[in-house]
Each structure stands twice: as C-alpha cells, then as structure tokens.
C-alpha cells in the first residue's frame, strides 16, 4: 500500500488462488504450534442492527491486526441475498494503518474447514476411510476438500433435506473425483469422521449410534441455543473446542449438555492441548471437536493472503 493508492482490495477470486484448503489448514496449525492461546482471542462482539445484527471479530497475530465485520440478515435470502456477508479490514499491527481489504465471507469458508481438519487430523484415526456429512452448502462441500485432503477417503455420505441439493452436492464432489454418494443419517453408525455443517437447531442423529474412536465434528453454529449433537453424544466422548470460554458462551452443543448434566465442563480440553500432545485421540470412545470459529482463524489466513512465504 502506498498513500496514493490505498489498502490493496482482494476479491473472493484473489483469496482462493492464493491460498489452497491445504494451505489454509496449515496456517491454522501454524499459528497452534507456535505458541498462541486462542483464549487471549478478543470475544466476538455481537450488536443488533437493522434487521438482523452485525459481528465484530478482532484480533492481533504478530506483525498483524485485523476484524472482520460480518452482517446477518435472515430475510436475505428470500431477497436472492446472502443471509451473511463480510469484509475484513487488515492492518500492520505498529500502526494500525489498514494494508488490505479482503473479501471476508470467503476468509469464513477457508478457515472454518481449516480449523476443523487441524482438529480432526489429530482426533480421527489414521486409517479413517467413511466420511458422513450432514448439510449441503458451501461449508459442507468445503469440509469435504478439506478432509479428503487429510484421509485417504474412500466412502462420502451426504446427509441432507433436501434431495435435490444432496444430488447437487454429491455432483460437486464427484467433480473433484472424491467418491461421494447420497446417505442417511443411520449412516453415522459406520462413520470413521462425521461433519455436521447445518443450520439445524436440533441434533441431526442419535448419538449412541456413533462408534467408539469415531471423530465427529459440528460446526454450524455459534449460538448458545442451537446444537446438532445430542447430550448422550457428548456426554460419552472426548469433547475437544477451540477455546473453553468461547464454547461456553456460543456453543449450544456444549452448554446445553451442561445444563442436561451429560457434560461436565471440566472435561471440555482446548485444541492447543491436542495439537501440543498433551491430550491424545481415545479409541474407547468418540471424539468431538465443537467449533464455534474465532477472530485468530480470519487473521491467520487473511496474512497468508499478502504473506505468501507463510
């Protein structure tokens, strides 16, 4: 950037040619391994706006700082609109003179994958090889890539309500010539990873189906009274999160089986003691990852953006 010229503007094109799923995973695992404590990330600030509210999500990584401001409009889509949009304003964090502006909506759909296969290469086993995913948008078939790039896959089950887009979605993944195929949800009984990318607001599946040693990971929600997996599921496995505090104020899967008494939150263990070693996968029970996404993931990818030596 220079004063003439302004922050450099990067479109959703510029972003996916410059940063891979591959590549975004890593940066995520990157910033894990050197350190970082995703619970000194700043909270995510939540304000009403209009109709529907806005997200604030700052953060600061090294040489850089950076929000994302994401609107939520639930009458978008009946307006042909998305229901949420959002830029990202990065900045150099001496200064705090913005550098970029990035298209922010695809920084969600790159680092949320991201950060559950960061989370799912440690919890799921190495041999995992059927892979159930419930949901059929754009974050769905982004954990698809996302996971085909860390297990060798040989079964892909999608999960939706509506046929149309399960065939839409089995399509696209066949396009990319992962073995995809329609499914049901009785199929988490025989999955090795199961992905839960919806809006549901209700478990998708009975969690006693799910196997010992399988990884299950839900990420289609950041409110604390929503949840796509049952108590008795998250009561029986190892639960894995980003970061206590945040999935204890926005995780409706974890605070809800809190309040169910099937959770004990002192059993909840932060992703940086599974990327350090200092909790391991169990094979005598399931392994849950909840993510609820966090400022850091944005930030972590949005500088491998204009760093691309990172």
């Known amino acids: 950037?220079?004063?003439?010229?302004?922050?450099?503007?990067?479109?959703?094109?510029?972003?996916?040619?410059?940063?891979?799923?591959?590549?975004?995973?890593?940066?995520?695992?990157?910033?894990?391994?050197?350190?970082?404590?995703?619970?000194?990330?700043?909270?995510?600030?939540?304000?009403?706006?209009?109709?529907?509210?806005?997200?604030?999500?700052?953060?600061?990584?090294?040489?850089w700082a950076g929000i994302k401001v994401a609107s939520v409009a639930p009458d978008n889509p009946a307006r042909g609109l998305p229901r949420i949009q959002a830029t990202y304003l990065l900045m150099d964090a001496q200064t705090l003179t913005t550098q970029a502006i990035l298209q922010g909506s695809?920084?969600?759909?790159?680092?949320?994958?991201?950060m559950?296969?960061?989370?799912?290469?440690?919890l799921a086993a190495p041999e995992a090889g059927h892979l159930v995913v419930f949901g059929t948008g754009p974050q769905a078939l982004a954990h698809i890539?996302?996971?085909?790039?860390?297990?060798?896959?040989s079964r892909i089950s999608v999960v939706g309500r509506n046929p149309a887009k399960v065939d839409a979605a089995v399509v696209e993944a066949r396009s990319l010539g992962l073995p995809a195929d329609p499914g049901t949800a009785t199929e988490a009984a025989e999955a090795d990873i199961i992905v839960c990318a919806t809006s549901a607001a209700e478990p998708l599946f009975d969690g006693p189906l799910v196997k010992d040693g399988a990884c299950v990971v839900a990420m289609g929600s950041h409110e604390a009274d929503r949840r796509e997996l049952d108590s008795a599921l998250m009561g029986r496995s190892l639960v894995v999160v980003e970061d206590i505090g945040a999935a204890l104020r926005e995780a409706g899967d974890v605070v809800m089986s809190i309040d169910d008494g099937a959770l004990d939150r002192d059993a909840l263990v932060p992703i940086r003691d599974v990327i350090t070693g200092a909790v391991t996968r169990a094979d005598d029970r399931p392994n849950v990852f909840k993510g609820v996404g966090m400022s850091w993931q944005d930030l972590a990818v949005a500088r491998g953006v204009v760093e691309p030596e990172l």
């Open 116 to 122: 559950s296969a960061v989370a799912a290469d440690t």
């Open 145 to 153: 890539q996302a996971f085909a790039d860390i297990r060798a896959l």
């Open 106 to 114: 695809v920084l969600t759909t790159l680092r949320t994958p991201a």
């Open 1 to 63: 950037m220079t004063a003439d010229t302004g922050p450099q503007w990067y479109s959703a094109a510029d972003i996916t040619a410059r940063i891979s799923p591959g590549r975004a995973r890593r940066l995520i695992q990157q910033v894990l391994q050197s350190g970082f404590d995703p619970a000194s990330d700043p909270e995510r600030i939540n304000s009403p706006a209009g109709a529907g509210h806005l997200l604030l999500m700052p953060s600061v990584l090294g040489d």
